[in-house]
């Protein structure tokens, strides 16, 4: 059983940046695909960017693409998500999961391929 807490979430204006964290308990962190969702108010979850277990491979979402930055520590199992240039579309409560898969496919992007799910952060970008 592996628990994700997300934080760093947070009321930040439109051109601001805010950093997430995800911290995950378990030595097998490290063998893990994470990755970041979010979920935003009458809207269906949506992937945001997911890295490989060595950090080596990284999805981006086309909507957060040239904003959004994924890594992660396996030193300190934590994956981190960078969010610059925010804008009020990017308000939703995010998540972070893990995915026991160690393989790296296009199915990193399904909700469904992931095992594991924090409780989510929220983010808010005022106009």
């Known amino acids: 059983q592996v628990q994700l807490v997300e934080s760093g979430g947070g009321l930040v204006q439109t051109g601001g940046s805010l950093r997430l964290s995800c911290g995950a308990s378990?030595?097998?962190?490290?063998?893990?695909?994470m990755g970041w969702f979010r979920q935003a108010p009458g809207k269906e979850r949506e992937f945001v960017a997911a890295?490989?277990?060595?950090?080596?491979?990284?999805d981006v979402a086309v909507s957060v693409k040239g904003r959004f930055t994924i890594s992660r520590d396996n030193a300190k199992n934590t994956m981190y998500l960078q969010m610059n240039s925010l804008k009020p579309e990017d308000t939703a409560v995010y998540y972070c999961?893990?995915?026991?898969?160690?393989?790296?496919?296009?199915?990193?992007?399904?909700?469904?391929?992931?095992?594991?799910w924090g409780q989510g952060t929220q983010v808010t970008v005022s106009s």
């Open positions: 890295i490989s277990w060595g950090g080596s491979n990284t």
């Open positions: 999961a893990a995915d026991r898969n160690p393989g790296w496919s296009r199915r990193v992007r399904e909700r469904n391929e992931y095992d594991y």
């Open positions: 378990g030595r097998a962190f490290s063998s893990y695909v």
